[in-house]
C-alpha cells in the first residue's frame, strides 16, 4: 500500500481534519482516505429513464425549431 506525505498542510485545517475524524470514529489517516474515495469516485451513469424531463424548465420558453435552426447558422 502507498503512502502518502503532505508539506506545509495548514494547521487549522489539520484541526478540522482531526475534529471530523473524531466525530465519524476514524483516525486521520483513514478519514483522508476516506474524503480522497469520495473525491475521485467515478459518478454513477444514469439511465435514459431517469434524465426524462430533466432541463425542462430551462426549455419550457424555448421555441425548438428556432433553437436549433439558429444553433446550425452559427456552425457556418
Known amino acids: 500500500m502507498a503512502t502518502l506525505n503532505i508539506k506545509n498542510f495548514p494547521d487549522g485545517l489539520y484541526r478540522k ?5 473524531k466525530r465519524r470514529h ?11 474515495e469520495r473525491a475521485v469516485k ?3 451513469a444514469f439511465s435514459i429513464l431517469e434524465l426524462k424531463g430533466l432541463g425542462k424548465e430551462y426549455w419550457r420558453e424555448v421555441d425548438a425549431v428556432r433553437h436549433v435552426a439558429e ?3 452559427s456552425w457556418d
Open 17 to 21: 481534519l482531526q475534529a471530523r475524524a
Open 71 to 73: 444553433e446550425r447558422r
Open 26 to 36: 476514524r483516525s486521520v489517516s483513514q478519514e483522508v482516505t476516506n474524503i480522497l
Open 42 to 44: 467515478s459518478p454513477e
